[in-house]
């Protein structure tokens, strides 16, 4: 198991810029990737950013350009950049760890854009 708390949520003016972090602990030897997602309410959880314990990152076509997903191993966080936010953005954030048989999830983040 590997716990997940994120920080770094709150209010934003559009154009803006904010940078969540998300900290790991327990089994995090056995974290293969961490992602980033959000949940706006009414909404299904969608993708935001991936990266493996490699360094490997991954985008969905919806946020290519905006967001950027970043680890720092020493401090067990993974970060998610976040430029020229839009109302639409506003949702719950979230982090993920997945391990070989099963996912964990942080509690999450609110952001909420204004116009």
């Known amino acids: 198991q590997v716990q997940l708390e994120e920080s770094g949520g709150g209010l934003v003016q559009a154009g803006g810029s904010l940078k969540l972090s998300c900290t790991a602990s327990g089994s995090i030897s056995r974290i293969i990737a961490m992602g980033w997602y959000r949940q706006a309410p009414g909404k299904q959880r969608e993708l935001l950013a991936r990266i493996t314990t490699g360094g490997n990152t991954y985008y969905p076509d919806s946020v290519q350009g905006r967001f950027t997903i970043s680890r720092d191993n020493a401090k067990n966080a993974v970060y998610l950049q976040m430029d020229k936010v839009k109302p639409e953005d506003t949702a719950i954030y979230y982090c993920?760890?997945?391990?070989?048989?099963?996912?964990?999830w942080g509690q999450g983040t609110q952001v909420t854009v204004s116009s």
């Open positions: 993920n760890a997945v391990l070989p048989t099963l996912t964990n």
